[in-house]
């Protein structure tokens, strides 16, 4: 069983309130933190092998050392609470349970940054998650974590939540930045990176819920022993959000060491899927990223386990692998269709798209259309082709990688499913009352874990 | 029909703006926008936009950009109760377009309209963030999750029965 570091105590009655989770030894990485060097925690975050857990992996410790720290200018830390991503509600699902972990961990990170007044934008519709916060944020001042002086170090912080409006666009890190500052969520051309010029031009760090949820741990235990736990360059404990076709669709925290097969078919994740239905395909991490068909999820085409980790997943690059993204798990049984699935991934892309590239504006609008033909049984086989060149000109085309983001999930469903397309289209009417079914992408391994 | 926010409101607008830098009071739009919407009528309508505008001492065309660019502010008049539900995938896949389907019949209503009464708007919307508690939909701050067509019902009779007492 995964050692939790995040998620151990959840089910801790109360654990919402301060004094319930100061008693069960919250906000003690703030007393140790503010008692060290700003750059020794940067250094501890280095050690710890911490990787955002927003989407791109990127090393946190990494990323923290690039800010810049020019006279004269405020610098800042902004939380990415956004969680738009169709699969993604880890970071709801920490924040709702145990905000004080978000907020014990903002305050480190503000004080290893230099940032005295820090922001969390939230996605506008996680309204009573930010009432949840707000709560949080007070009952830490009103005992000194937060406010002037804490704890007497001289360091002073505040902390201010930020409601988004319904924008998934705003979840891309330079979107959220204009959205922070009260206008339309349109990517920024990089370089300058937010790190030497991000809100109100001052430089700034952009970080996940969960990536800042874990230097908490990293700073009470060390980077060392955090990076002890996982495997490779997959260190620490990861939370994923599993959904689709399972028993049981929840937020489960792993340590990067079990298989993909343990994972869907164990009683302590996901539980298997429903009905005895067998298992057709899964998207790993999030609607960006590849799906894959049951045999390529279970093992990789090398014949190795799959597991659950960032190397792993990505085994095989997007020929015959997917990613970890955000950590968003959704299950396609053996009666879902591949087509239809793909369609609500375009539909979506194609509403998110904030318009500003060529590229990505009227391609997504164009793959939706195409999509919506094929599904209603008007489908003909150069539309296949078609599909496939609409989402290699975006690909790499665009200013924020919501392009490819579109690209990959259509990319993915054409180069593992191209069958599933062509019977929709050699079967105009049947594909209006049935599903395609299994074919030859079905579990190859039936057997199931116990 | 020009509007005002209440003392209280005004103080909380204020507060708001407190949050950001001196001078960076624009950072405040989309929270009071939040705010507007609440207050008037669940909508914004132009002169409520100006309003913002004067407050936060910005052009009136920086709010109109901001809030036709966002999916919750709703820039037309809806119904007291309007059904958000979630289309995407992986609701998808836990049978939203049934649910969609039952409502619409339910109401007399497509995707868009809102009933003759005034009391109920049904939009599809993207994912929410509840995939695991599929499928779902948004009722006002309310996330209503796992519906089935009783749960759709339930919703629906509970929602009349406010509204009846109310009037
Ligand atoms: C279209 C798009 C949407 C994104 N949405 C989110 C999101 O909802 N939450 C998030 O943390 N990162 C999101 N990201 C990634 C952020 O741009 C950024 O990389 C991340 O917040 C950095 O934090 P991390 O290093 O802690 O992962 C998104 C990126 C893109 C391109
Ligand atoms: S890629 Fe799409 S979402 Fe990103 S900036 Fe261009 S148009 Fe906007
Ligand atoms: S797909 Fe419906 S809430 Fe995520």
Redesign the pocket.
């Known amino acids: 069983m995964t050692k939790k570091l995040l998620l151990d105590k959840v089910h801790v009655e109360g654990i919402r309130n301060f004094d319930v989770y100061r008693r069960e030894g919250g906000y003690q990485s703030v007393e140790k933190a503010l008692k060290m060097q700003q750059d020794d925690i940067v250094e501890e975050v280095k050690k710890s092998g911490l990787r955002g857990r927003g989407g791109a992996g990127f090393p946190t410790g990494l990323k923290w050392s690039f800010l810049a720290k020019p006279e004269g200018l405020s610098r800042y830390l902004v939380c990415n609470a956004d969680e738009s991503e169709p699969g993604t509600f880890k970071d709801r699902y920490l924040m709702e349970l145990i905000p004080h972990l978000l907020i014990e961990g903002m305050i480190v990170s503000s004080y290893a940054l230099g940032s005295t007044t820090s922001y969390i934008y939230i996605r506008g519709e996680y309204d009573w998650v930010s009432d949840i916060l707000d709560k949080a944020i007070d009952e830490a001042k009103q005992n000194g974590f937060l406010g002037k002086n804490i704890l007497g170090s001289g360091f002073d912080c505040e902390i201010y939540t930020h409601r988004g409006a319904g924008a998934y ?1 705003c979840g ?1 890190e330079t979107a959220l930045l204009e959205s922070l500052e009260g206008k339309r969520g ?2 920024r051309i990089k370089p300058p990176f937010p790190a030497v010029k991000g809100v109100w031009d001052c430089p700034t760090v952009v970080n996940n819920v969960e990536t800042i949820a874990a230097v908490v741990p990293i700073i009470n235990d060390g980077g060392e022993a955090y990076s002890k736990i996982g495997v490779g360059r997959s260190t620490g404990t990861k939370l994923i959000s599993a959904c689709g076709n399972i028993n049981k669709p929840g937020v489960y925290e792993i340590d990067m060491t079990i298989s993909v097969e343990e994972f869907i078919y164990s009683d302590e994740y996901c539980g298997g899927i429903p009905n005895g239905k067998r298992l057709k395909a899964c998207i790993p991490g999030g609607s960006s990223v590849p799906i894959l068909p049951a045999n390529l999820l279970l093992k990789t085409a090398k014949g190795e386990t799959r597991m659950m980790n960032y190397e792993s997943l990505s085994d095989g690059g997007f020929a015959t692998g997917s990613m970890m993204g955000s950590g968003g798990f959704i299950v396609l049984d053996e009666d879902q269709c591949v087509v239809r699935h793909t369609l609500t991934l375009a539909r979506f892309y194609h509403h ?6 060529s590229p ?2 009227e391609g997504t609008g164009w793959m939706e259309k195409v999509f919506q033909k094929i599904e209603n049984g008007k489908g003909e086989m150069k539309d296949i082709d078609l599909l496939w060149d609409i989402q290699r000109r975006i690909e790499g085309n ?6 490819d983001a579109a690209a990959w999930p259509v990319a993915a469903a054409i180069r593992h499913f191209r069958d599933e397309f062509e019977w929709h289209i050699n079967n105009r009417e049947e594909c209006l009352i049935r599903n395609y079914g299994l074919a030859h992408y079905a579990d190859p391994l039936e057997a199931v874990v116990s | 029909m020009s509007v005002q926010f209440s003392k209280e409101k005004l103080d909380r607008v204020n507060e708001l703006i407190s949050r950001y830098p001196e001078g960076k009071q624009k950072s405040a739009l989309l929270p009071v926008l939040h705010l507007a919407q609440q207050e008037f009528g669940g909508w914004l309508d132009v002169s409520t936009m100006d309003y913002v505008a004067s407050l936060l001492k910005i052009q009136s065309i920086e709010v109109y950009e901001v809030a036709s660019f966002y999916s919750m502010y709703n820039l037309k008049p809806v119904g007291k109760y309007v059904f958000e539900v979630c289309q995407t995938g992986p609701c998808m896949l836990n049978g939203s377009d049934q649910i969609i389907s039952y409502i619409k019949e339910r109401l007399n209503i497509n995707v868009g309209e809102t009933t003759a009464d005034g009391l109920f708007t049904l939009k599809t919307v993207e994912c929410l963030g509840a995939c695991g508690y599929a499928p779902m939909m948004q009722l006002g701050k309310i996330y209503k999750e796992n519906l089935t067509k009783e749960k759709v019902d339930q919703i629906i009779e509970e929602c009349t029965a406010i509204a009846a007492a109310n009037n």
């Open positions: 666009i891309e349109l990517p998110e798209s904030c318009g500003q590239c990505c504006r665009t200013i924020c990688p919501l392009g």
